[in-house]
């Protein structure tokens, strides 16, 4: 008696994957599902590859450019902190006012330090050579200096008299000297934090799609509600509570500089290299053979 093969009957299958659509729809389909972790890893390295090519001169006036949009997070926040009563729940909606930089800077394509501290390194965790370490801290030198540069112009600009009312100076001057104020300690873990939820944010950017904008607002805003310290947003904070004489440069450098500089860089590389590379080295490396 002659055995019975099965028919497959896959395609007869209402749940099988495609089973009900055409090769333009399945097309469809796969651009708006969300792109594998190696496809992800692969997009920000790209990013990041391009960004270390890129001349100092374009890399400076990026980093310039996103040092003033900066500025932006401290301002609105202070605006926003301005027209609120004293309450348990008012950091809940000034909070908001922070993530305005951060839109500025993400959707704008400008140099911030603190996303370059995933897309830049993944090139370096890649080739593993001395001429991309070399590329890497010359990149972090202009983004940092151009960066900083533009928190000390915006600073500056709001220092100016009347510009603003009593209320809203007020609000200003509290944020700054509390910024430059705080234990060392505190300091560094608030800035890992920061620094953490700054490389996440670009690591989840490329299949965000249209959600962009929600995740930018979403981790930016935990940044603000914790108080996190970030190296470029609080520095225009920082030197605004120097320039009018709630702080001195010591209290900036000390107090704030020295502590975010290092737990910002240590949470973002921290993130790439332990929870974002290291799962696709294997692959990786089998992918370069």
């Given at each position: 008696?002659?055995?019975?093969?099965?028919?497959?009957?896959?395609?007869?299958?209402?749940?099988?994957?495609?089973?009900?659509?055409?090769?333009?729809?399945?097309?469809?389909?796969?651009?708006?599902?969300?792109?594998?972790?190696?496809?992800?890893?692969?997009?920000?390295?790209?990013?990041?590859?391009?960004?270390?090519?890129?001349?100092?001169?374009?890399?400076?006036?990026?980093?310039?450019?996103?040092?003033?949009?900066?500025?932006?997070s401290f301002l609105g926040l202070a605006l926003i902190q301005s027209a609120l009563p004293e309450a348990p729940w008012r950091p809940l909606v000034d909070s908001l006012g922070y993530c305005i930089g951060?839109?500025?800077?993400?959707?704008?394509?400008?140099?911030?330090?603190?996303?370059?501290?995933?897309?830049?390194?993944?090139?370096?965790?890649?080739?593993?050579?001395?001429?991309?370490?070399?590329?890497?801290?010359?990149?972090?030198?202009?983004?940092?200096?151009?960066?900083?540069?533009?928190?000390?112009?915006?600073?500056?600009?709001?220092?100016?008299?009347?510009?603003?009312?009593?209320?809203?100076?007020?609000?200003?001057?509290?944020?700054?000297?509390?910024?430059?104020?705080?234990?060392?300690?505190?300091?560094?873990?608030?800035?890992?934090?920061?620094?953490?939820?700054?490389?996440?944010?670009?690591?989840?950017?490329?299949?965000?799609?249209?959600?962009?904008?929600?995740?930018?607002?979403?981790?930016?805003?935990?940044?603000?509600?914790?108080?996190?310290?970030?190296?470029?947003?609080?520095?225009?904070?920082?030197?605004?509570?120097?320039?009018?004489?709630?702080?001195?440069?010591?209290?900036?450098?000390?107090?704030?500089?020295?502590?975010?500089?290092?737990?910002?860089?240590?949470?973002?590389?921290?993130?790439?290299?332990?929870?974002?590379?290291?799962?696709?080295?294997?692959?990786?490396?089998?992918?370069?053979?």
């Amino acid at each position: 008696m002659q055995a019975v093969t099965p028919k497959d009957d896959s395609s007869r299958d209402p749940f099988a994957k495609g089973a009900k659509l055409d090769e333009a729809e399945k097309s469809q389909a796969e651009r708006h599902a969300t792109p594998p972790a190696l496809v992800i890893h692969e997009i920000i390295r790209d990013e990041g590859e391009a960004a270390l090519a890129r001349g100092a001169a374009a890399t400076g006036w990026s980093g310039l450019a996103a040092g003033l949009s900066m500025g932006f997070s401290f301002l609105g926040l202070a605006l926003i902190q301005s027209a609120l009563p004293e309450a348990p729940w008012r950091p809940l909606v000034d909070s908001l006012g922070y993530c305005i930089g951060f839109v500025i800077v993400v959707l704008g394509r400008q140099q911030l330090f603190t996303e370059s501290t995933l897309s830049a390194v993944l090139p370096l965790l890649v080739r593993r050579d001395p001429a991309t370490l070399l590329a890497l801290l010359r990149f972090w030198a202009v983004v940092l200096t151009t960066n900083v540069l533009g928190t000390v112009a915006f600073a500056a600009l709001l220092t100016f008299p009347e510009l603003f009312s009593s209320a809203q100076t007020q609000a200003l001057g509290e944020i700054a000297a509390a910024s430059v104020h705080e234990p060392f300690g505190p300091t560094l873990i608030k800035a890992i934090l920061a620094g953490w939820l700054i490389a996440l944010m670009v690591w989840l950017l490329p299949g965000a799609k249209s959600a962009r904008l929600f995740v930018i607002v979403l981790l930016t805003y935990v940044v603000a509600l914790g108080r996190f310290s970030h190296i470029i947003a609080g520095s225009v904070e920082g030197f605004y509570a120097v320039f009018t004489g709630r702080a001195s440069l010591g209290d900036y450098a000390f107090g704030f500089f020295v502590p975010t500089i290092l737990g910002n860089t240590l949470g973002g590389v921290a993130l790439v290299a332990m929870l974002n590379h290291a799962p696709l080295a294997p692959q990786l490396r089998e992918d370069a053979d």
